[in-house]
């Protein structure tokens, strides 16, 4: 089944150092979403972007999508010691009739941002 | 605005019991999706109600049950618990269909001794 891929699985830098993790994907999709994940508490939405897009910036964050590669990154520049967590990729699979409904989650990347 | 909420945030059971956990969406947001989180298997869907419909399941057996009321606040029913079933069970919302964001609740930690 389709599934998003984060890579690496694990991350450990300095507090100002960037941060980019990776996602791959198998199908075609309508969006790709960041969430990012505090040790065993909610998903926090970070980014959406959609397949027409081939990047987005909030604040600190950059996301960019390759849907030709089936591919997207987050960078997380100037990194602190607060943005310690998983973070996911998830993505909805586009159905024959149009439209999707479901988001498909990768296994994350637990990153540690040493102060 | 409020955020997803989610009740109760903490729950132990035994085997074979039943447990509902609950789950308000984002005002003005009829999409309520649930989904269990494991250190095994990851983030898995489980389903999505619409307007008090169910509209998407995922592969999880028929003792994981659910349902929407008509002010699209949700409930989940899990009947005889299983130890596996222990989890993070999470709750999203979002405004109508796919190409809105949807947003995510604390969760319910379960856990079945």
């Known amino acids: ?24 994907y ?12 505090n040790s065993g508490r909610g998903l926090v ?26 591919s997207s990154s987050l960078l997380i520049t100037a990194s602190r010691a607060a ?29 540690t941002v040493n102060p | 605005k409020a ?9 132990i059971k035994t085997r074979g019991q039943q447990v509902t956990l609950s789950c308000s969406p984002i005002s003005g947001h009829r999409s309520v999706s649930w989904y269990q989180q494991t250190p095994g298997q990851g983030l898995q869907f489980l389903f999505e109600y619409f307007s008090e419909t169910q509209r998407n399941k995922g592969n999880f057996p028929g003792r994981f049950s ?13 009947s005889t618990l299983e130890l596996g079933d222990s ?12 190409w809105d964001t949807q947003y995510f609740g604390p969760g319910t930690r379960l856990t079945v001794l």
Not at chain 1, 84 to 95: H, P, Q, W
Not at chain 1, 101 to 110: A, I, M, R, Y
Not at chain 2, 3 to 11: I, M, S
Request: aromatic share 8%; glycine share 8%; net charge positive.
């Open chain 1, 83 to 111: 943005d310690t967590a998983s973070y996911f990729c998830a993505t909805d699979a586009v159905l024959t009739q149009g439209g999707s409904e479901k988001l498909v989650f990768g296994k994350g990347t637990k990153l």
């Open chain 2, 66 to 78: 659910g349902r929407q009321f008509s002010n699209s606040r949700s409930e989940m029913n899990v």
């Open chain 1, 26 to 37: 198998k199908t075609s999709i309508n969006n790709l979403q960041w969430y990012r994940q």
């Open chain 2, 87 to 98: 989890a993070l069970y999470l709750c999203a919302s979002r405004r109508n269909g796919w």
């Open chain 1, 45 to 70: 939405h970070l980014i959406l972007i959609r397949s027409n897009e081939r990047e987005k910036h909030s604040g600190r964050l950059r996301v960019t999508l390759d849907t030709s590669k089936k």
């Open chain 1, 1 to 24: 089944s389709q599934q998003g891929e984060e890579d690496p699985q694990a991350l450990s830098i300095q507090e100002g150092e960037n941060a980019t993790m990776n996602c791959s």
């Open chain 2, 3 to 11: 955020g997803v909420t989610q009740t109760p945030r903490y729950l």
